[in-house]
């Protein structure tokens, strides 16, 4: 456990990039003008890339050295497409480069930007799958997230939305610091190595029907977050399926178990028949 809040409290020290888009004059149309053309697509963007409209990937993009794709505006979806961005702890042959990983890079980074939207495709090989520093209102939908160290990675955030998604074989599948509404909703999480989902100063999330296997702690909540709602979870297979607070009785953070079924509880009493 140690290891896993040392992880998550080094990913806080991740400088973001904070760069804001160009704000457009309204401008008023004559009948003798012409509306300009749309803004295009920005397809297939380079590794290391600042995107400020949207992007849809027309092949996989490998970054050997560099982030994937970072999110420079409001309101931006991403859309994968089917395709993979693969990182530098993915060699170029697709085997993942033997433990302990080590690279700094990111695959998506959303760094204080709102609305943003990343969908349909798999980001593997990071240090962080997707990092969300300070941004409001991001969408994770029908994303493969594998091999990274943290595949979801939110700090300073508001609520974000993790829906129809597989998150396997990272060293922590999702990790919530200081972050508040989170919802984290019909995802397959497996494999993780210390953890599937951990809360840690982040309060008011919302996790329900996922199936969560096969990690050290299958769903972990530290002292500091509170009001968290946790419902009707899979959670089987792991060292421990439901770890609130090491132990901590449930009402002294005000947080909610309810029909989870699990086998194992820390405190007893969370599971379904415990």
Known sequence: M????????????????????????????????????????????????????????????????????IVGAENVDIDLNGHTITGPDVT?????????????????????????????????GFQAGILCTGCQGLTITGVTLKDNQIGQFSTGATTISTRLSTIVGNAIGIAGHSTQLSEIVNNIIFDNDLAGITLVNSDDAKISLNSITESNNGLYVDNQSNDNFLFWNNVKLNTIDINNANGLPVNTNNNQFDQNNCDTSNPSGICIGQ
Do not use: W
Not at 7 to 22: C, D, E, H, K
Not at 23 to 47: E, F, G, K, R
Not at 102 to 122: A, C, L
């Open 92 to 124: 170029p042959d697709g085997a993942t480069v033997p433990t302990p990983k080590d690279s700094s890079k990111v695959g998506v980074m959303v760094p204080n930007h709102n609305g943003v939207t990343i969908r349909d495709g798999t980001i593997e």
């Open 2 to 69: 140690a290891y896993m809040l040392a992880a998550i409290v080094a990913f806080s020290a991740i400088a973001g990039i904070t760069m804001q888009p160009i704000p457009l004059s309204a401008q008023q149309v004559t009948p003798q003008q012409t509306l300009p053309d749309p803004v295009p697509l920005a397809t297939s963007p380079s590794c290391g890339q600042v995107v400020t409209t949207n992007v849809v990937l027309t092949a996989n993009l490998v970054c050997e050295e560099t982030d994937g794709i």
